[in-house]
């Protein structure tokens, strides 16, 4: 079985300030690693995901996320953030195979302050 | 394409109701996923469909919910009856091999009072 744990379920940041969202997993066969963003009334949006090759993934609104096997984890980084940014922030696996059935962690909140 | 699109946005219904949620993929699509989220719980997996074919459904809570996919272009998700603890929001996902993602529709927020 899989599991995924998000530490922080909320994390606050400056605008233009640097910020890292952790995620660690836990998984007996090799998984794929994925970040959705929800924005307030809405779905789950990609971030990015990572499948193989290079261990650093770069996503959509300037998001990258490195995975290292050995740690476990798949933390999410952004070097300037704006208030757009505020959103939940999932990360979720899935097993290698075609369905693509994610298990979530229990998100992490960013609030971007002016 | 539109994407997943689902129906109704909200739901508000008494105990002891049916509630019927409905779901599109994306046309050529052959996963689809429902999946609840509520604040003690987070996202929950609850069915997973493949080629229309219920695949997983250990996540469903209880006999009360019940999902069919009649063809590759709509399901269902069926609680009756519906209790006050079966409030949340209700996802319906779509994937296919060649995009190796899910792709979520905007999800139906029910409340049962």
């Known amino acids: 079985a899989q599991s995924v744990t998000q530490l922080d379920s909320q994390v ?4 233009e300030a640097p910020v890292e969202l952790r ?3 836990s998984s007996s066969v090799s998984v794929y690693l994925f970040w959705y963003v929800q924005y307030p009334n809405q779905g789950l949006q990609l971030l990015l995901k990572y499948l193989s090759g290079s261990t650093l993934v770069k996503g959509i609104n300037g ?3 490195e995975f290292n096997k050995s740690q476990t984890s798949f933390h999410l980084r952004k070097p300037s953030v704006h208030i757009s940014d505020t959103a939940e922030y999932f990360c979720a696996v899935s097993k290698m195979d075609s369905s693509y059935k994610l298990i979530f962690g229990s998100g992490t909140r960013l609030l971007v302050r002016p | 394409d539109a994407g997943v699109i689902q129906s109704p946005r909200h739901e508000v219904t008494e105990m002891g109701q049916e509630v019927t949620l409905r779901c599109k993929p994306i046309s050529g699509h052959n996963s689809l ?3 609840r989220q509520t604040m003690m719980r987070g996202l929950e997996l609850l069915i997973y469909f493949n080629n229309n074919v219920p695949i997983d459904d250990s996540g469903m ?3 009360r ?5 009649p063809n590759a ?7 009756q009856p519906s209790e006050p603890r079966d ?3 209700y996802f319906c996902a779509s994937s296919s091999t060649a995009n190796t993602e899910a792709f979520f529709g905007q999800g139906t927020r029910l409340t049962v009072v």
């Open chain 1, 12 to 15: 606050p940041v400056f605008e």
């Open chain 1, 23 to 25: 995620c660690n997993y």
């Open chain 1, 63 to 65: 998001f990258e996320a």
């Open chain 2, 33 to 35: 996923f429902w999946y």
């Open chain 2, 61 to 63: 809570p209880e006999d």
């Open chain 2, 65 to 69: 919910f019940s999902a069919k996919m």
């Open chain 2, 73 to 79: 272009s709509f399901s269902t998700l069926k609680i």
């Open chain 2, 87 to 89: 409030s949340a929001v």
